[in-house]
């Protein structure tokens, strides 16, 4: 089962955040990762994944809590529901729910295919 390997990777990306490494964000995308965020075209590729997260950091955000509602894994894919909150120091800036799909590389590690979230704002 990925469950722990998966929630790990989850939390790999929540530290990132928290340390403002958008490199280290993107390195747990695999190449070719699509990010889907509300209100903006398709993200595609590792230099286009990290320009975003960089983005993401230098306007304020500076982590969250990544928070599973469902996982189904299929051999060497899983798909997650979940529901986040992204923050700024103490202060929420969003909350709203995800679907990502993980994808198993050759070597065993689990890697973000594709991530897409829409706020809970409207």
Not at 37 to 63: N, Y
Not at 104 to 120: K, L, Y
């Amino acid at each position: 089962m990925a469950a722990s390997t998966i929630d790990e990777l989850k939390a790999t990306l929540v530290r990132a955040l928290e340390r403002g490494d958008a490199t280290l964000a993107a390195a747990l995308y695999e190449p070719g990762a699509r990010l889907l965020p509300p209100g903006a075209p398709v993200i595609t590729g590792e230099d286009a994944v990290r320009d975003f997260w960089q983005r993401r950091i230098d306007g304020g955000s500076d982590g969250g809590v990544l928070e599973t509602v469902h996982r189904a894994e299929y051999g060497d894919v899983a798909i997650e529901e979940g529901r986040y909150g992204r923050r700024s120091g103490e202060t929420l800036l969003d909350s709203g729910k995800y679907l990502v799909v993980f994808r198993r590389r050759p070597d065993g590690a689990w890697r973000f295919a594709t991530d897409m979230w829409n706020s809970d704002a409207g």
